[in-house]
C-alpha cells in the first residue's frame, strides 16, 4: 500500500503511466530551465553590471504572460491542451537554439539577448496554462493535489539541481554550454507531452468560438468566485513583493559576498533545496483538508526568512534562510493551485489557470524593475527589506478572507 510504504499519495500518483511519462520529460526540461535562468542572469550581469539590467532581462521573459496568458488559457481550453503545448515546447527549442549560437560565436549583445528572452516569454505564455490545465487529464480526481505537489517539488527540486549545473557547466566549459543544455531540455519535453495517450477533446455542447466573449467569461468567474479570488490576490502579493529577491540574486552574490557564479549556485540551490522538501511534503500529505490554513502559515513564515535573508551578510545565514524561504514559498504556492484547480469549473479550467499564472510568472518581474530601479540608488538590500515589511503588512490584512473561503476551496469537486 502506498500508505504504508510512506509515500502517501506520491506513489498513487505515480501509478498513472501518463503521469509518469509526463514528469519524467518536464523534470528533465525544468533543470535545463533553471540552467538557463541562471545562464541568462549571469552573462546579463557580465554585459551590464548593472541591477536595472537584472530587472528588466526578469521583465522580458515574464510580462508578456500577463497580456498573452489569458489568451493562451482560451486556446488551450478550447482546442486541446496537448497540442498547445507540445507546439509551443518545439518553438521554445528553436529560440534557445538561436540564444545558444550567438552565445558561442560570441556574437550576442545585451539587445539581442533581451529580444531573445522576451521571444521566449510570449512562448512561455501560451505553455504555461496548457501546461498546468493538462496535469488534471494524467491522474484520478482524488490524487491531483499530490500530481499537483509532486510538479512543485519537481520545479523547485530542479531550483536545486539546475543551478548547481549551470555553476559548474559556466566555471569549467563555458556559458555557452549551459545554453545548450536548455535546447536538450525542451526537446525531451515537447517529445514525452507526444508520447501521452489521451483522449481527444470532447467538442460536445460546446458554444461557438469566440475569443474575447470566452476570454471575458473567463475573468468573470474568477472575479465572482469568492474562494479563488482570494487565493489568488494572497498570490499576487507573495509574487509582486516577495518573489524579485530571485532575480536579485546576481547583485546580492557580487556586491554583499563578492563572490562569482559559484555563489550565485550555492544561494540559489539552497532555496530549490527547501523549495523540493516543501513540495514534496505536501504531495506526500494528498488531502485538500487543511491547506488554506497551511498557506498563510507557511506563507508568515517565508516572509520572515526572506527578510532574514535580505538583512544579513553572513553566507551561512543567508542559506539557510533562503531554504526555510524555498521550503514554505513552494508549501504555499502548491497549496494555492491545488485549491484553484479543485475549485474550479473544469471548462474554463486553461482561462483561470493562466490568470493564476500572470500571478505567479509575471508578479516577479513588476516587483523586480521597481526593486532594481531602487537598488541602483540604495543598494540592493534596502528596497527588499522594505518590500518584505510590506508584504506582512497585507498578509495580515488579507489572511481573515482566505480563512472565510477556506471551506468552499476544500471542498469543492470532492
Not at 493538462?134 to 490524487?143: D, H
Request: include cysteine; glycine fraction near 10%.
Amino acid at each position: 500500500m502506498a500508505s504504508e510504504s510512506g509515500f502517501g499519495g506520491i506513489a498513487k500518483a505515480f501509478e498513472s503511466r501518463n503521469f509518469r511519462v509526463y514528469w519524467t520529460g518536464n523534470f528533465i526540461h525544468t533543470i535545463t530551465v533553471w540552467v538557463n535562468k541562471l545562464a541568462v542572469g549571469w552573462l546579463t550581469w557580465e554585459l551590464t553590471h548593472s541591477t536595472t539590467w537584472l530587472g528588466i532581462m526578469a521583465a522580458a521573459n515574464m510580462l508578456p504572460i500577463i497580456f498573452l496568458g489569458p489568451f493562451g488559457g482560451v486556446i488551450a481550453d478550447r482546442f486541446g491542451h496537448r497540442f498547445q503545448l507540445v507546439t509551443a515546447t518545439y518553438i521554445g527549442a528553436a529560440i534557445a537554439l538561436a540564444q545558444t549560437i550567438l552565445v558561442a560565436l560570441d556574437r550576442v549583445s545585451i539587445g539581442w539577448l533581451l529580444f531573445l528572452v522576451a521571444l521566449s516569454g510570449v512562448v512561455r505564455s501560451f505553455n504555461v496554462p496548457a501546461r498546468t490545465a493538462l496535469v488534471s487529464n494524467l491522474v484520478e480526481r482524488q490524487y491531483l493535489s499530490s500530481a499537483i505537489g509532486i510538479n512543485s517539488a519537481s520545479f523547485h527540486g530542479g531550483n536545486f539541481i539546475g543551478p548547481v549545473i549551470a555553476g559548474f557547466l559556466i566555471t569549467y566549459f563555458g556559458i555557452s554550454l549551459a545554453f545548450a543544455a536548455y535546447v536538450i531540455g525542451e526537446l525531451v519535453a515537447a517529445t514525452s507531452f507526444l508520447m501521452l495517450e489521451l483522449k481527444p477533446p470532447s467538442q460536445q455542447g460546446r458554444k461557438k468560438f469566440r475569443v474575447i466573449g470566452d476570454l471575458v467569461e473567463g475573468f468573470q468567474y474568477t472575479w465572482n468566485h469568492a474562494g479563488i479570488f482570494s487565493v489568488l490576490t494572497l498570490g499576487l502579493v507573495t509574487a509582486i513583493l516577495i518573489q524579485p529577491y530571485v532575480e536579485m540574486l546576481p547583485a546580492f552574490v557580487a556586491r554583499v559576498y563578492g563572490m562569482d557564479a559559484a555563489g550565485l549556485a550555492y544561494l540559489t540551490a539552497a532555496t530549490g533545496a527547501g523549495a523540493m522538501v516543501g513540495g514534496l511534503w505536501i504531495a506526500r500529505r494528498g488531502r485538500l483538508e487543511g491547506l488554506s490554513r497551511i498557506q498563510l502559515a507557511t506563507l508568515a513564515i517565508a516572509y520572515v526568512a526572506v527578510l532574514v535573508f535580505a538583512w544579513t551578510s553572513t553566507l551561512w545565514l543567508a542559506m539557510a534562510a533562503l531554504s526555510v524561504a524555498g521550503f514554505c514559498l513552494v508549501a504555499a504556492q502548491t497549496c494555492n493551485s491545488t485549491l484553484i484547480q479543485n475549485a474550479v469549473d473544469p471548462a474554463l479550467r486553461a482561462r483561470v489557470v493562466s490568470l493564476n499564472g500572470v500571478v505567479i510568472v509575471s508578479g516577479p518581474a513588476v516587483g523586480a524593475v521597481v526593486i532594481g530601479w531602487v537598488a541602483e540608488r540604495t543598494g540592493v538590500q534596502p528596497p527588499v527589506i522594505a518590500a518584505t515589511v510590506l508584504a506582512i503588512f497585507c498578509l495580515a490584512l488579507l489572511a481573515r478572507r482566505v480563512a472565510r473561503n477556506a471551506a468552499e476551496l476544500e471542498s469543492a469537486g470532492r
